[in-house]
């Protein structure tokens, strides 16, 4: 039977998502026996035009990128936001609480008349996505669960519970409690709560959870005298396009 091909695509981004990729070392051996992998940048030099399934990095930041996305869209079958520039618009996002020209301006100084920008966004803003891998990185487990769901026709686990489900696994002291705003009760878990088990907070790196305002551990926030408004106001690191 003839393998899916798969194929690679980045936008704005650092690519470090597809780096997570490259860097799956033991298990790529045996994601190459289900999938034929047609293009990928950062690791070989062919180039294809067909694929059945595209992993798209990065977020959409210039008009250019628009007709480029929807033509890879055209000729997958399956679309996938990989990493979560893609997926929610990330971290490029910082840019759009400020004026674009300033934006600019900061970055290309005299030159920045040369230059085209508009409001990231994550790419389901142009166009339709199938499946979604979160995290600034993506997680390379889930990636090797999407791949093989995709193959054996699964439905591919995505959690849609907060952050502080995992954090309370890994029995860490929550970071409310040293007096450290945390943003885990709504941010969607799946990296095993990595930055607060390591002593940091969660900047919300892997999005809302779906239904963050029925959300029970909201709870923690209003034990500390912290509305959900306000939680959300702070999600601005890497939730620019949702704010
Ligand atoms: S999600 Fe993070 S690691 Fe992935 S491409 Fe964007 S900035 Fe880089
Ligand atoms: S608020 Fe942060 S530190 Fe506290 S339990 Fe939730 S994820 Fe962990
Ligand atoms: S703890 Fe928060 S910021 Fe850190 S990886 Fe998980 S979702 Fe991202």
């Known amino acids: 039977m003839k393998k899916p091909t798969v194929a690679f695509f980045d936008f704005t981004c650092c690519e470090g998502c597809q780096l997570e990729v490259s860097n799956l070392e033991d298990k790529l051996i045996d994601l190459l026996k289900l999938v034929d992998i047609v293009m990928f940048r950062e690791v070989m030099s062919e180039k294809s035009d067909t694929y059945d399934i595209a992993f ?24 996938v936001a990989l990493g979560s520039c893609a997926a929610i618009g990330g971290i490029n ?38 499946h979604y891998l979160y995290g600034c990185p993506m997680i390379k487990e889930e990636f090797v669960d999407l791949v093989t769901s995709l193959i054996s026709g699964k439905k591919p686990v995505v959690p849609n519970y907060p952050v502080c489900v995992e954090c309370k696994i ?13 943003l885990g009760p709504i941010t969607r878990a799946g990296c095993k709560a990595i930055c607060t088990t390591y002593g940091n907070s969660c900047e919300g790196c892997r999005g809302l959870t779906d239904d963050v305002n029925i959300n029970s551990q909201t709870d923690i926030m209003k034990e500390h005298g912290l509305s959900l408004d306000e939680a959300l106001s702070k999600f601005k690191l890497y939730g620019g396009y949702l704010r």
């Open 56 to 79: 798209v990095e990065g977020s959409i930041s210039r008009e250019i990128d628009i007709p480029r996305l929807e033509g890879i869209r055209k000729k997958a079958k399956i679309l």
């Open 93 to 130: 996002c910082i840019k759009n609480f400020k004026d674009l020209e300033d934006v600019k301006k900061i970055v290309y100084g005299k030159d920045a008349g040369h230059f085209n920008t508009i409001l990231a966004q994550p790419i389901d803003a142009v166009v339709k996505v199938e």
């Open 170 to 182: 890994q029995e860490n002291i929550c970071m409310f409690h040293k007096g450290v705003y945390c």
